[in-house]
């Protein structure tokens, strides 16, 4: 009889074989695939089919978290990752039944948040992700200045322009969609033109609009998250000794066991001198 570390050990070799990883990856899709197919009008075969591929898309799942949390070696250990917690959650949820119950509707809306397992599991995506989450903190003071700078130009808009066309620059708020528009580039050349025709100098007030709005602040955004995910590269990479931050970090570590071993010979030296 196996002893329980072996059993974890098997249990970690199956979590870590690629083709279990990539057959994880196609239940995944084909149960996107499948919650797609229910929002056409099927025949009572096909829907038949349909149910009982779920109730094995669900059990497969079950299966696969079981596999994760006993090849973590404890609980505490696996919930402590974020994403094996997301995991959990959307796993455990989509043992709601959705038969005519109450709980149906949710049950179904549940099961829409699998394909969000493609992130969890897909490291490239986990990154991304990680990525995205940890630049919202600093986006959030690039959107507030965004929105001083909306705020100014549309009451701007509302003073000059509303009798102009009330529709488009009547009050603050339908000036603030207005100036959305403009920064989309959705047909913002026929709001303009028809400023100009009373003011011929407003074209001066869209393209500063513009310049501001749509290439500084696009840009900071982008360049907020191309820091970020170049941190979480370098993070992924530290944590799997992979590439060149992988190599400096190895090289680090050894460097300073290197540097412990050589300060404890060199007081064991000490000691037998003064013994000597």
């Not at 829907?47 to 994760?68: C, G, M, N, P, Y």
């Amino acid at each position: 009889m196996k002893s329980l570390p072996d059993y974890q050990d098997y249990f970690i070799s199956i979590r870590s074989n690629k083709f279990f990883e990539a057959f994880v990856i196609a239940v995944i899709i084909l149960s996107a695939l499948a919650i797609g197919a229910k929002t056409y009008h099927l025949n009572p075969t096909a829907q038949s089919i349909l149910k009982i591929f779920d109730l094995a898309v669900t059990l497969f799942f079950l299966l696969e978290i079981i596999i994760r949390i006993i090849a973590e070696h404890s609980l505490k250990k696996f919930f402590k990752k974020g994403w094996n917690l997301f995991d959990f959650i959307i796993v455990t949820a989509s043992l709601i039944p959705i038969d005519e119950s109450e709980m149906a509707l949710l049950g179904r809306l549940l099961r829409i948040f699998r394909i969000l397992r493609l992130v969890s599991i897909i490291p490239e995506l986990r990154i991304l992700m990680n990525a995205l989450v940890k630049s919202i903190p600093r986006m959030g003071y690039v959107s507030l200045l965004m929105f001083i700078i909306f705020y100014i130009y549309a009451a701007v808009g509302s003073i000059f322009f509303a009798d102009i066309n009330e529709v488009l620059w009547g009050n603050i708020s339908i000036s603030l969609l207005t100036l959305f528009r403009v920064v989309t580039f959705e047909d913002w050349t026929d709001v303009m033109y028809e400023t100009m025709a009373v003011y011929p100098l407003s074209w001066t007030y869209y393209l500063s609009f513009i310049f501001l709005a749509a290439f500084i602040f696009l840009n900071m955004m982008i360049g907020i998250v191309l820091d970020v995910l170049q941190k979480e590269h370098e993070a992924y990479d530290r944590e799997h000794n992979q590439g060149e931050a992988g190599e400096v970090h190895w090289i680090r570590e050894h460097s300073e066991s290197m540097e412990k071993r050589l300060i404890r010979i060199e007081a064991l030296l000490l000691s037998q001198n003064r013994k000597e």
